[in-house]
T-cell receptor, first 113, second 112 residues
Framework: EADIYQTPRYLVIGTGKKITLECSQT?????MYWYQQDPGMELHLIHY???????EKGDLSSESTVSRIRTEHFPLTLESARPSHTSQYLC????????????FGPGTRLTVL | SQQGEEDPQALSIQEGENATMNCSYK?????LQWYRQNSGRGLVHLIL?????REKHSGRLRVTLDTSKKSSSLLITASRAADTASYFC????????????FGTGTRLQVTL
């Protein structure tokens, strides 16, 4: 079944730890996105990719980094987590059709103590 | 910021009533979309309206777009408790192909 997956769903870690949030999609979409969303607030684009080996920073500055080595996989890494990184991180993908509908994963809720 | 504004920020209605949410944006768009988000989950696409369209329907949803006023509205008719969620508009701005800018969201509560 075509879908988009994120792991872990919840993560509580201490300050200074390195973490990687996983995102995978089985729809063959070229375009993938990472958004940051605080509870009850709007989404902010932090990274996006238009295909393999393509990554761009989004509208909101983020200390995280991303990679796109395979079409289906778009992981996000924080080298040294801080309490200010506490948020929900949403991954999305989009196909190349004329309708720019994005498909979202369930999100990872990150808490940095 | 190109981010859209939505109003109201929160809306509470009873089951069976209609819910209307509004979205305003700032520059020319290719299309405008509405998404729904249940608490703590990802977003689900509801409906897309192109810049050359004025109204679109999908089931109990009706979306209008007024490009002269740079605004859109989402109407949910005969609301149900299961419609309780946050609703976001998202704009695909001209010249920013494949990037969406999301509004601030409207939190809808439908009570029995």
């Amino acid at each position: 079944e075509a879908d988009i997956y994120q792991t872990p769903r919840y993560l509580v870690i201490g300050t200074g730890k390195k973490i990687t949030l996983e995102c995978s999609q089985t729809m063959g979409h070229d375009k993938m996105y990472w958004y940051q969303q605080d509870p009850g607030m709007e989404l902010h684009l932090i990274h996006y990719s238009y295909g393999v080996n393509s990554t761009e920073k989004g509208d909101l500055s983020s200390e995280s980094t991303v990679s796109r080595i395979r079409t289906e996989h778009f992981p996000l890494t924080l080298e040294s987590a801080r309490p200010s990184h506490t948020s929900q991180y949403l991954c999305a993908s989009m196909g190349s059709g004329s309708y720019n509908e994005q498909f979202f994963g369930p999100g990872t809720r990150l808490t940095v103590l | 910021s190109q981010q859209g504004e939505e109003d109201p920020q929160a809306l509470s209605i009873q089951e069976g009533e209609n819910a209307t949410m509004n979205c305003s944006y700032k520059t020319s768009i290719n299309n405008l979309q509405w998404y729904r988000q249940n608490s703590g989950r990802g977003l689900v696409h509801l409906i897309l309206i192109r810049s050359n369209e004025r109204e679109k329907h999908s089931g109990r949803l009706r979306v209008t777009l007024d490009t002269s006023k740079k605004s859109s509205s989402l109407l949910i008719t005969a609301s149900r408790a299961a419609d309780t969620a946050s609703y976001f508009c998202a704009t695909d701005y001209t010249g920013t192909a494949s990037k969406l800018t999301f509004g601030t969201g409207t939190r809808l509560q439908v009570t029995l």
